[in-house]
């Protein structure tokens, strides 16, 4: 059974850091491209970062730019998304997702939930 | 507001069809491949249409996708209150370097 398992959301204080978790089963993490959109609450969806299959090539979107580093670990069938100086309009819940190649999302995660607040 | 453009709500009758379009230019749409996301209330998104008018295994036919040129659709036939979601388009952007998603529309089964 394909699935995705994201962990290490929580609250965390404006300029603080985060690590997010993204755990495979069913699969092999290493033959996909994997993705991070996350959605603020009451909002609609925002891509985050992808990655290739050997971590070859990263995009990130303007907003986290310079801020989030997305990485995996194939041996561990994990994929990761360090999140630092966040600010309160990253407030969200995050989602990992395989990706088919630009084609679509086809596997999502249930979500963790990020906080930014003082 | 989204690059991607979708209306932000739409309604029909039980048994009735809708269509939700997705308009873009020629950076995304135009030259990459579209997917629509079905997004139930409390719940992860759901891939429902990818590269353009595919569907995964498990999404019935009453779901059907389309392009053409900067714009996409999503067709639902047969409408059940259980579609009541939000949708959402997605695609690459190549001028932007960036994924795409429109900002989604509510379904209403009336």
């Known amino acids: 059974q394909v699935q995705l398992v994201e962990s290490g959301g929580g609250l965390v204080k404006p300029g603080g850091s985060l690590r997010l978790s993204c755990e495979a089963s069913g699969f092999s993490l290493s033959d996909y491209y994997m993705t991070w959109i996350r959605q603020a609450p009451g909002k609609g969806l925002e891509w985050v970062s992808y990655?290739?299959?050997?971590?070859?090539?990263?995009y990130y979107a303007d907003s986290v730019k310079g801020r989030f580093t997305i990485s995996r670990d194939n041996a561990k069938n994990s994929l990761y998304l360090q999140m630092n100086s966040l600010r309160a309009e990253d407030t969200a819940v995050y989602y990992c997702?395989?990706?088919?190649?630009?084609?679509?999302?086809?596997?999502w995660g249930q979500g963790t939930l990020v906080t930014v607040s003082s | 507001q989204s690059v991607l453009t979708q209306p932000p709500s739409v309604s029909a009758a039980p048994g009735q069809k809708v269509t939700i379009p997705c308009s873009g230019s020629?950076?995304?749409?135009?030259?990459?491949?579209v997917s629509w996301y079905q997004q139930l209330p409390g719940t992860a998104p759901k891939l429902l249409i990818y590269?353009?008018?595919k569907r995964p295994s498990g999404i019935p036919d009453r779901f059907s996708g389309s392009k053409s040129g900067t714009s996409a659709t999503l067709g639902i036939t047969g409408l059940q209150t259980g579609d009541e979601a939000d949708y959402y388009c997605g695609t690459w952007d190549s001028s932007l370097s960036a994924v795409l998603f429109g900002g989604g529309t509510k379904l209403t089964v009336l």
């Open positions: 590269d353009n008018n």
């Open positions: 997702a395989r990706d088919l190649r630009n084609k679509g999302l086809d596997c």
């Open positions: 990655i290739t299959g050997n971590g070859d090539t990263i």
């Open positions: 020629s950076s995304n749409i135009g030259n990459n491949y």
